[in-house]
């Protein structure tokens, strides 16, 4: 059985960092693009970062360029997302995702979707 399974979350002042991880099972994460993505109460789903299957290519949405980074370890069949300087509205359950292909690192062509990790930025 394929699986994604993020952790890390959890509440975080503004100013601070977080740590995201996703671990794929029954499935080896060489093979696909990972996508990480954020969706909050009553708002869609956004693209946050992607990055290729070998990692020589990434893109972040502009909310979270300079702040967030994308890293992925294939020997651990895991992919992080490192976040600094979280802002409130940075507030939302985060979603790692596969894509076969890096150009369709998109929210509506992703093949597989973890359950996601809430992440709350709160003073």
């Known amino acids: 059985q394929s699986q994604l399974v993020e952790s890390g979350g959890g509440l975080v002042q503004p100013g601070g960092s977080l740590r995201l991880s996703c671990a794929a099972s029954?499935?080896?994460?060489?093979?696909?693009?990972i996508g990480w993505f954020r969706q909050a109460p009553g708002k869609e789903r956004e693209g946050l970062s992607c990055m290729s299957s070998s990692g020589d290519m990434t893109n972040y949405a502009d909310s979270v360029k300079g702040r967030f980074t994308i890293s992925r370890d294939n020997a651990k069949n895991t992919v992080y997302l490192q976040m600094n300087n979280l802002k409130p509205e940075d507030t939302a359950v985060y979603y790692c995702?596969?894509?076969?292909?890096?150009?369709?690192?998109?929210?509506?062509?992703?093949?597989?979707w973890g359950k996601g990790t809430l992440v709350t930025v709160s003073s």
């Open positions: 995702a596969a894509s076969v292909l890096f150009r369709l690192c998109v929210v509506r062509n992703m093949d597989y």
């Open positions: 029954g499935f080896t994460l060489d093979g696909y693009a």
